[in-house]
C-alpha cells in the first residue's frame, strides 16, 4: 500500500468516526481496519499533518471565518449572490436564529479533531519509526496544537463557550458529546498547551521562504499567544491585576516576533531583494524613523510609477515578508481552490462574469468620493484622507454602493496600476473604473487567506500597551503580578503611562503611515497628530481606527468590536459600529444587542439535538425549541 492510499484511508476512517461520533447513535466497531495500522513511518504523519492544514483550507472553514469575523461587522452588505448562501441575508440584517445554518461549527471541529488524532498517535511512530526523531516528533505536534488553538479560539470569539476536548474521536468507546466549556478556560487551556510548545517549530525555513509563512513557525505561535493574551485581558470581570499580567504577556510575545522579524531583515537586507520578495522594497522612512522593516506601497511617495507594491506582494502574490502564517493556495488544476473567498468576495458564479459576490463592501466605509480636499486626519471616518491607498485596494468604490471587495480576489494583478486598484497622487483620488475589476473565480482563486501577518503583531502590541497605560492611573487595586519590563531610555514601559501611550502611537504611525506615503513628506497633516491624543479612551480609538483600516475583509472586524466590548462590560461601542447597517431593522436589532451574550452566536439548532449537553445562549432563547434545561 502506498503512502498516499495509507493516508486517505486514516482521513477516511478518522472523518467516519468523527461523524459517527456527533450523531445520536452509538459508533460501529470499524472490524478489523484500526488507524494505529496507519501510524508507522514519518511520512504518516507528515502527510496527516498536511491533512490538518488543508482542512483549514477547505469544507468552508474560511468561509465560517468570513462570516463570523466580518460580515457580522459594519465592513460588508449583500451582494450580488448573497441568496445563494443559505442564512447569508438574515444574518447581514441582524436576524439571526439558531436554525440558520451559518451558525454551523463541523468544518472547524473536523480539524480540531484532525489534530487531536496527530497528537494521539505521532508518539508511537516515534517509538518505531527511527527516522522519526524526538525533535521531528516536538515539531510535528507544536504545528498541530497551534493549528488546534486557532481553531479552538474561532470558536470561543464566536459561541463564547464550546465543547472543548484535547481527546480525538478515533473509536467505537470515545464519547463525544459533552456540554460546553467556558471560553475563559478554554483560553486558558490553550495558552498554557501552546507555552509549553512555543519554541518547539522552526525559526524559518531558511531554503524555502513560503514556508516561512505557509507553516507554523515559531513567529506563528507566539502571535497567537499574543492573541490569545489580549483577548484574555480583555475581560472587565477580572481583576486589573490579572488584566495587567495577560497585556504584558501579550506585549511579551509581540516582541519577540517583531525582534525576529526585524533580525530576518537584518539578514537579508544584503542579498538580491528581487529573488527574496518578488521585486517589493522596504519603505525606508518607515524604517529609518520608527525601526520597522514594512514593506513600501511606492518606491517615490506620490508618483505612483509601480501601484501599491505592498499590496500586491501580501494580498494578490502572498507568503511575502511580512507574512507570519496564511493559508497558502498553488497554481495547477489539480491544487485546491480558494473557493471559499471568491463566493463570499468575488466572482462567486465562477463562469467569467464579474461582480457577483455573495457580499460587497459596506457604502459607509467611504461615504464620497475622496478629493484632495480630504487631507487632514481625523478619527470619525474610516477613511478621512485621500492618501490612504487601503481606499482603493481594499475595495472599489461605487456611488450606487455595490462596492466590490478587492482584497484578496483581484485577478489583475500583475497588470498596470491604473488599471489594478485606481490611482493615488498629489492630484487626487481616483477609484478603479468598473471595466477594470476582474474578481477571481472559483476555478482560479488561489490567493492566500492570511491568519496574521506583521502589522497585526504590531497594532496587538499597541492595544495592549493602551489598556496597561489606562491600568495604571484607573485602578487603585494593588498590580500583583510583576514581569521583567521592557526598558525605553532607562525606563521601565510597563510601569509609564507616557511611555506606553508613546510607543503605541508610534506602532500606529508605522502602519498608517507606510499606507500612506505622501503622508511621509507633504501632507503632514494627513497623519495623526500626537498632541491631540491625550486621554485613554483617545488612545483606544486611534488603534481600533487604524485596525479596521488595515485588516478590512481580513476576518478580524467584528473581533475586534467584541473584544472591546467584552474589556468595557458593555456593548454601546459595537452597537454605535454596526448600527448603521440595518437600515429599518436598526431599533430592534440594537434593543437585542444590549445584551452582552448577543456578540455571540446561537448554537445550531441541529447540534443541540445531536448534544443533549447544550444549552442555549440566552440572548437566542426567545423560543421554546431552543431552550434545553
Not at 480540531?112 to 510535528?140: F, G, H, M, W
Not at 481553531?151 to 470515545?174: G, I, M, R, W
Not at 440566552?618 to 423560543?623: C, F, I, Q, R, T
Request: with cysteine; glycine share 4%; proline share 4%.
Amino acid at each position: 500500500m502506498n503512502k498516499r492510499s495509507k493516508i486517505y484511508i486514516a482521513l477516511a476512517i478518522n472523518s467516519c468516526a468523527l461523524f459517527l461520533s456527533s450523531c445520536d447513535l452509538d459508533l460501529v466497531p470499524l472490524n478489523d481496519v484500526t488507524l494505529e495500522k496507519y501510524w508507522t513511518e514519518k511520512e504518516d504523519v507528515q502527510s496527516f499533518l498536511n491533512g490538518c492544514y488543508s482542512g483549514m483550507q477547505q469544507d468552508k472553514y474560511i468561509t465560517q471565518s468570513i462570516v463570523w469575523g466580518e460580515c457580522r461587522s459594519d465592513n460588508v452588505i449583500e451582494g450580488v449572490n448573497v441568496n445563494k448562501c443559505n442564512g447569508l441575508l438574515h444574518l447581514l440584517k441582524g436576524q439571526l436564529k439558531p436554525t440558520n445554518p451559518l451558525c454551523d461549527w463541523a468544518a472547524i471541529y473536523k480539524v480540531i479533531n484532525q489534530c487531536n488524532t496527530l497528537l494521539k498517535y505521532a508518539p508511537s511512530v516515534a517509538e518505531n519509526d527511527p527516522n522519526y526523531t524526538e525533535a521531528d516528533l516536538r515539531i510535528s505536534c507544536a504545528e498541530a496544537r497551534a493549528l488546534r488553538a486557532m481553531s479552538y479560539f474561532l470558536l470561543v470569539k464566536t459561541f463564547k463557550d464550546v465543547p472543548f476536548t484535547f481527546e480525538a474521536s478515533v473509536d467505537d468507546n470515545q464519547v463525544y458529546k459533552l456540554p460546553a466549556t467556558s471560553g475563559e478556560e478554554i483560553i486558558d487551556a490553550l495558552i498554557a498547551d501552546l507555552e509549553a510548545c512555543k519554541d518547539y517549530p522552526q525559526k524559518s525555513y531558511a531554503s524555502n521562504y513560503v514556508y516561512n509563512s505557509a507553516r507554523i513557525t515559531r513567529n506563528a505561535v507566539y502571535s497567537i499567544l499574543a492573541d490569545l493574551y489580549l483577548w484574555r485581558a480583555s475581560d472587565a470581570n477580572i481583576p486589573a491585576s490579572v488584566q495587567k499580567y495577560n497585556y504584558q504577556k501579550c506585549v511579551e510575545c509581540c516582541d519577540y516576533v517583531l525582534n525576529a522579524k526585524y533580525d530576518e531583515y537584518n539578514a537579508n537586507k544584503h542579498t538580491d531583494y528581487s529573488t527574496w520578495d518578488k521585486n517589493t522594497d522596504f519603505d525606508s522612512y518607515i524604517l529609518t524613523n520608527y525601526g520597522y522593516p514594512l514593506l513600501a506601497e511606492e518606491t517615490t511617495p506620490g508618483e505612483n510609477i509601480d501601484g501599491p507594491l505592498a499590496t500586491k506582494s501580501i494580498f494578490c502574490r502572498g507568503n511575502s515578508f511580512e507574512s507570519i502564517f496564511e493559508l497558502t493556495y498553488m497554481s495547477g488544476t489539480q491544487n485546491l481552490k480558494n473557493t471559499d473567498v471568491a463566493e463570499m468576495y468575488g466572482n462567486a458564479g465562477g463562469n467569467g462574469d464579474n461582480g457577483t459576490p455573495f457580499v460587497s463592501a459596506s457604502d459607509i466605509l467611504i461615504p464620497e468620493p475622496l478629493t484632495t480636499a480630504n487631507n487632514t486626519y481625523n478619527d470619525k471616518e474610516t477613511f478621512p484622507c485621500f492618501t490612504d491607498y487601503r481606499s482603493i485596494t481594499s475595495f472599489r468604490y461605487d456611488e450606487d454602493g455595490a462596492n466590490d471587495i478587492l482584497k484578496y480576489t483581484t485577478s489583475s494583478c500583475y497588470a498596470g496600476a491604473s488599471k489594478e486598484y485606481g490611482i493615488i497622487t498629489t492630484s487626487g483620488w481616483t477609484p478603479i473604473d468598473e471595466a477594470y475589476v476582474s474578481l477571481r473565480t472559483k476555478d482560479n482563486s488561489i490567493e492566500s487567506w492570511i491568519l496574521y501577518r506583521l502589522t497585526d503583531v504590531m497594532l496587538m502590541r499597541a492595544e495592549a500597551e493602551v489598556c496597561l497605560a489606562g491600568l495604571i492611573d484607573k485602578s487603585a487595586e494593588s498590580l500583583e503580578y510583576t514581569l521583567p519590563a521592557t526598558r525605553v531610555n532607562g525606563q521601565d514601559l510597563f510601569d509609564n503611562d507616557s511611555l506606553l501611550y508613546n510607543d503605541a502611537f508610534n506602532l500606529v504611525m508605522s502602519v498608517y503611515m507606510r499606507s500612506n506615503p505622501m503622508s511621509q513628506t507633504s501632507l503632514v497633516t494627513a497623519r495623526p497628530d500626537r498632541s491631540k491624543y491625550t486621554t485613554y479612551e483617545a488612545f483606544l480609538d486611534l488603534v481600533e481606527n487604524e485596525r479596521h483600516r488595515e485588516f478590512l475583509f481580513e476576518g478580524k472586524r467584528f473581533f475586534d468590536l467584541v473584544r472591546r466590548s467584552r474589556r468595557e462590560g458593555s456593548t454601546a461601542h459595537l452597537a454605535q459600529a454596526i448600527s448603521s447597517k440595518f437600515g429599518e431593522a436598526s431599533r430592534a436589532v440594537l434593543i437585542k444587542m444590549s445584551m452582552l451574550d448577543f456578540m455571540y452566536m446561537p448554537y445550531l439548532k441541529d447540534q443541540m439535538k445531536l448534544n443533549p449537553y447544550l444549552i442555549q445562549n440566552p440572548a437566542y432563547n426567545e423560543d421554546d425549541d431552543y431552550i434545553k434545561n
